[in-house]
C-alpha cells in the first residue's frame, strides 16, 4: 500500500456518521483493506481530556475563542498519533469529524470570523485535507433534536444547528469533486453503498490504495 486515503464523515449530530463510517471500515476489511476508524474529539488520551471539556455541560459557558482554540488542540494531536501515522503505513483512515466540523460549530456557529478560524484549523492540521469528505444531511429538528440527554455543543440551540447546517453544505458546494453529500434518512444500507461505491472509485484495487493526492487544503 502506498499513501493511504482519508475519508471523513461530517454533518450535524444524530445523522448516522459513526454508523457509516463503522460499515465503511467492515467492508474494506473484506477488501483487505488495512482501515483506521477515529473521530474527533478524543481518540487520543489528551484528545479525551480536551472532549471532556468541551462536551460535558458541567463545563458551561466557554468563550468561543478558547472553545476553537482546544479543539484546534484535539487535532493537532490526533493526527499527530492516529491520522499521519495511519496514512504513512498505507492505510483507509476513517474520520468521525475533522475540520469542517470546526469550521461548521466554532465558526458559523459561533459567529467567529470564519476565515480566522480556517487559519487556525489549517495551522493545527499543517493542512492535510480529507481525500474524501461523506456530508450526512438532515435538518437539526430532525437529527440533533432528537436526542435524549444532548451534550453541550448539542444544546446549543437550533440557530446554532442551523447555521452549522447551511455552512456544511456550503463547504461542500464550494468543492463539489471532494464531497460526497447524501440525505441521511436514506437507508442505511443505500447511504453505505453510495460511500463504498465512492471510496472503491479511488482504489486501485483491492487491497491496494492510490497515490496520495495533494493533501494541502485550500
Same mark, same amino acid.
Given at each position: 500500500m502506498t499513501g493511504g +486515503?482519508? &475519508?471523513v464523515f461530517e454533518g450535524g449530530d444524530g445523522v448516522g456518521k459513526s454508523t457509516q463510517g463503522r460499515l465503511l471500515a467492515d467492508w474494506a476489511q473484506t477488501q483487505g483493506i488495512a482501515a483506521r476508524l477515529t473521530f474527533e474529539p478524543g481518540d487520543t488520551a489528551a484528545g479525551? !481530556?480536551?472532549r471532556q471539556i468541551v462536551l460535558d455541560p458541567a463545563t458551561g459557558d466557554l468563550d468561543p475563542r478558547a472553545e476553537a482554540l482546544l479543539y484546534a488542540a484535539d487535532k493537532a494531536h490526533h493526527l499527530h498519533e492516529v491520522v499521519r501515522p495511519a496514512l504513512a503505513r498505507g492505510e483507509l483512515v476513517i474520520c468521525d469529524r475533522y475540520v469542517?466540523? !470546526?469550521? *461548521?460549530?466554532?465558526g458559523?456557529?459561533? &459567529? /467567529?470570523? +470564519?476565515? #480566522? &478560524?480556517?487559519?487556525i484549523a489549517r495551522w493545527a492540521t499543517a493542512g492535510l485535507a480529507p481525500?474524501?469528505?461523506?456530508?450526512?444531511?438532515? #435538518? =437539526? #429538528?430532525?437529527?440533533?433534536?432528537?436526542?435524549a440527554e444532548p451534550d453541550r455543543l448539542e444544546s446549543a440551540g437550533a440557530d446554532f444547528h442551523?447555521?452549522?447546517?447551511?455552512?456544511?453544505?456550503d463547504l461542500a458546494a464550494r468543492a463539489p469533486e471532494r464531497y460526497l &453529500? /447524501? =440525505?441521511a434518512r436514506r437507508e442505511i444500507e443505500w447511504i453505505a453503498a453510495q460511500v463504498r461505491d465512492r471510496v472503491a *472509485?479511488?482504489?486501485? *484495487? =483491492?487491497?491496494e490504495l492510490s497515490e496520495p493526492a495533494d493533501r494541502i487544503g485550500s
Open positions: +486515503l482519508f &475519508v479525551r !481530556m480536551i469542517d466540523s !470546526m469550521l *461548521a460549530y466554532q458559523a456557529g459561533r &459567529v /467567529l470570523d +470564519l476565515a #480566522e &478560524v480556517a487559519e481525500d474524501l469528505t461523506v456530508l450526512l444531511d438532515l #435538518e =437539526p #429538528e430532525r437529527a440533533v433534536g432528537t436526542i442551523q447555521r452549522a447546517r447551511l455552512l456544511f453544505l &453529500v /447524501l =440525505p *472509485a479511488l482504489l486501485t *484495487a =483491492p487491497g
